[in-house]
């Protein structure tokens, strides 16, 4: 399997473009996570997706996020317009449904820097 | 969201054990969770441990659950310059993992 994917690998933008970041899940993986990740905050949960679903998203920032999961194989996190304090390593994860430890397995990551 | 806590940097040199610890606050948390993150890489899990337990050994890892105090440590014997890498703690939320901030693992030759 190849793992989670996410593409960009790295993004420089300028303040006030649009950004779309893009994930492929593990196939047959049910769950779906956008995490970011600063040096200030750590690791925050942004959204996450059950069955194409968005279940949570209290942890978006504002309202200049955006996230959607249009069908099983494929999640975006789009940043309208865009602002420095955005910039951030963005990474996706996903894990099957059911009991046990859950694990989740993670993307590389985006790294979006913004101007 | 709850919080899990733990100390920002560890130093420690080849061939020492090295011990990180963690703190969290959600009781409802049914597995705790080490990642560990190199350079440049997303999360990848090194090792967990259910709530019901308070020891899990696997190689060189020991995992140490107090759940009345809601702390959770874990131990490499015998660090290598390659496990140098930041580590970072979770607890489980329902579907969700609640990260700590990462401890900064450093091995010095």
């Known amino acids: 399997d190849a793992g989670v994917i996410q593409s960009p690998r790295h993004e420089v933008t300028e303040m006030g473009q649009e950004v779309t970041l893009r994930c492929k899940p593990i196939s047959g993986h049910d769950y779906l996570f956008w995490y970011r990740q600063t040096m200030m905050r750590g690791l925050e949960l942004l959204i996450y997706f059950n069955n194409n679903v968005p279940i949570d998203d209290s942890g978006m920032p504002e309202d200049r996020f955006s996230a959607k999961m249009p069908n099983a194989s494929f999640s975006t996190l789009k940043i309208q317009p865009s602002e420095p304090r955005d910039s951030a390593v963005y990474f996706c994860?996903?894990?099957?449904?059911?009991?046990?430890?859950?694990?989740?397995?993670f993307g590389p990551g985006t790294r979006l820097t913004v101007l | 969201g709850e919080d899990v806590e733990q100390s920002l940097f560890l130093s420690v040199r080849e061939g020492d054990s090295s011990v990180i610890n963690c703190t969290y606050t959600d009781s409802s948390s049914t597995y705790l969770y080490w990642y560990k993150q190199e350079p440049g890489a997303g999360l990848q899990l090194l090792t967990y441990?259910?709530?019901?337990?308070d020891m899990k050994q696997d190689q060189r890892l020991t995992v140490l659950l107090n759940k009345k105090d809601k702390h959770l440590s874990l131990r490499i014997a015998d660090t290598q310059t390659g496990d140098s890498a930041i580590y970072f703690c979770a607890a489980n939320s329902g579907y969700a993992l609640n990260f700590g901030k990462g401890t900064s693992l450093l091995v010095t030759p």
């Open positions: 441990i259910f709530s019901n337990m």
């Open positions: 994860a996903s894990r099957r449904a059911g009991g046990g430890y859950n694990e989740q397995f």
